[in-house]
């Protein structure tokens, strides 16, 4: 009888610190984790709002006409680097530079001001 007790004993409490174990745990998800990821969940959301708002509200026009302006007078000025290059004989060296230059446009200027 004295081992059924004992038996029976040690099984309930040790159900008894299971139960109290799952129970901290439970509590601790429900007080501190489900709140903290609720809120990170929601100011994600407000940022990733805000910066869609942000790309909506930017003018992109006036960074593309930007963009085609310099590059008309990249043009232009390769144009002219490769007319004056042409009457010194330097068309080579000036097509090479440039091509060195990856599309960078101080460089290209450079090699324009040195082939001239």
């Known amino acids: 009888m004295d081992v059924l007790r004992n038996l029976f004993g040690n099984l309930s409490a040790g159900i008894i610190r299971l139960l109290v174990t799952v ?12 709140p903290t990821l609720e809120t990170t969940e929601k100011v994600s959301h407000e940022v990733n709002v805000n910066v869609q708002k942000g790309f909506q509200q930017s003018d992109l026009s006036e960074i593309n006409k930007t963009i085609d302006d310099v590059n008309r007078r990249v043009q ?33 200027q450079r090699c324009s001001d040195r082939f001239q």
């Open 23 to 34: 129970g901290i745990l439970a509590a601790a998800y429900f007080f501190i984790v489900k």
């Open 76 to 108: 232009r000025e390769v144009k002219k680097s490769l007319r004056q290059s042409q009457q010194q004989g330097n068309a080579d060296k000036l097509i090479n530079c440039i091509q060195r230059a990856h599309q960078n446009v101080t460089k290209i």
